[in-house]
């Protein structure tokens, strides 16, 4: 069983900055990609962005020039940096992860979120 943690969410004031942290966990084998989704009340969960094993990334629209995703492989963790946050950025931030685990079985996994909320 893999368990994923988001962390590193708060109030932030617009044009402010943050850095989302998701740790996984367990009998992980090998993770082919980590990702963030965020989810607004009353909207669906949308994707935010992807870090591909071997280094490759991508942004949805709305986060690109602002958001990077990054990750750091010895800790199976992956961080979202978002600059310049406007207030319809404000959301639970989720965090996904996909691999195999222990016996060389495929997971998928998701956080619990940790909310993001831009106002002044």
């Known amino acids: 069983q893999v368990q994923v943690v988001e962390s590193g969410g708060g109030l932030v004031q617009p044009g402010g900055s943050l850095r989302l942290a998701c740790a996984a966990s367990g009998s992980i084998l090998s993770i082919n990609s980590m990702g963030w989704y965020r989810q607004a009340p009353g909207n669906q969960r949308e994707w935010v962005a992807t870090?591909?094993?071997?280094?490759?990334?991508n942004y949805a629209e709305p986060g690109k020039g602002r958001f990077t995703i990054s990750r750091d492989t010895a800790k199976n963790t992956a961080y979202l940096q978002m600059n310049s946050l406007k207030p319809e950025d404000t959301a639970v931030y989720y965090c996904?992860?996909?691999?195999?685990?222990?016996?060389?079985?495929?997971?998928?996994?998701w956080g619990q979120g940790t909310q993001v909320m831009v106002s002044s």
């Open positions: 996904t992860t996909e691999g195999r685990a222990r016996g060389w079985r495929s997971f998928s996994s």
């Open positions: 870090f591909i094993s071997g280094g490759s990334t």
